[in-house]
T-cell receptor, first 113, second 112 residues
Framework: GESVGLHLPTLSVQEGDNSIINCAYSNSASDYFIWYKQESGKGPQFIIDIRSNMDKRQGQRVTVLLNKTVKHLSLQIAATQPGDSAVYFCAESTTSGTYKYIFGTGTRLKVLA | DGGITQSPKYLFRKEGQNVTLSCEQNLNHDAMYWYRQDPGQGLRLIYYSQIVNDFQKGDIAEGYSVSREKKESFPLTVTSAQKNPTAFYLC???????????FGSGTRLTVV
């Protein structure tokens, strides 16, 4: 498999428990945020996004929380399943002008049976 | 089904060779991007293109070149000037800048 994430922080969670993955973003002007999931040897998959006019957004089994005061983003996964095992990383951008995404380094989630 | 396709999945390059990585999308997206991914680091932007026949350098463009002759295609050439090319290369597209990306499945390039 792909060697991405050799030195990443790892979160180990028991199957069925909830997972919380955190991300500190760098630019106070960022107004759009995305969480991606990347399985070994594959490209990242979009999970959920949030704009800065919101502080919470829910999807299917996932919730993203945004705290602009401390520039913190979190991804909550409910009832974690073995298929959730992957590297998760956040991305931030500004939606005005010529944008660029800034990607976090990621957290490896291991689901224990 | 619409998507973004990268090929090949694995590529081996000898010292001093140029190699080209393919990226094709049928999503009708205007913007396309190339990123490099190394262990323990976030994705780093190599080149991006917001429209056909136009592209801009990203943060680590040295040793790379691109073209955007068609909306669907954004090939990346890794030249011999790139001194440390071994990495996982990801192509992405978006409907327009500031929207989320759709990523390809990546090309693993190894120098032998």
């Amino acid at each position: 498999g792909e060697s991405v994430g050799l030195h990443l922080p790892t979160l180990s969670v028991q199957e069925g428990d909830n997972s919380i993955i955190n991300c500190a973003y760098s630019n106070s002007a960022s107004d759009y945020f995305i969480w991606y999931k990347q399985e070994s040897g594959k490209g990242p998959q979009f999970i959920i996004d949030i704009r800065s006019n919101m502080d919470k957004r829910q999807g299917q089994r996932v919730t993203v929380l945004l705290n602009k005061t401390v520039k913190h983003l979190s991804l909550q996964i409910a009832a974690t399943q073995p298929g959730d095992s992957a590297v998760y990383f956040c991305a931030e951008s500004t939606t005005s002008g010529t944008y660029k995404y800034i990607f976090g380094t990621g957290t490896r989630l291991k689901v224990l049976a | 089904d619409g998507g973004i396709t990268q090929s090949p999945k694995y590529l081996f390059r000898k010292e001093g060779q140029n190699v080209t990585l393919s990226c094709e999308q049928n999503l009708n997206h205007d913007a396309m991007y190339w990123y490099r991914q190394d262990p323990g680091q976030g994705l780093r932007l190599i080149y991006y293109s917001q429209i056909v026949n136009d592209f801009q350098k990203g943060d680590i463009a040295e040793g790379y070149s691109v073209s955007r002759e068609k909306k669907e295609s954004f090939p990346l050439t890794v030249t011999s000037a790139q001194k440390n090319p071994t990495a996982f290369y990801l192509c992405a597209s978006s409907m327009r800048p500031s929207y989320g990306y759709t990523f390809g499945s990546g090309t693993r390039l190894t120098v032998v």
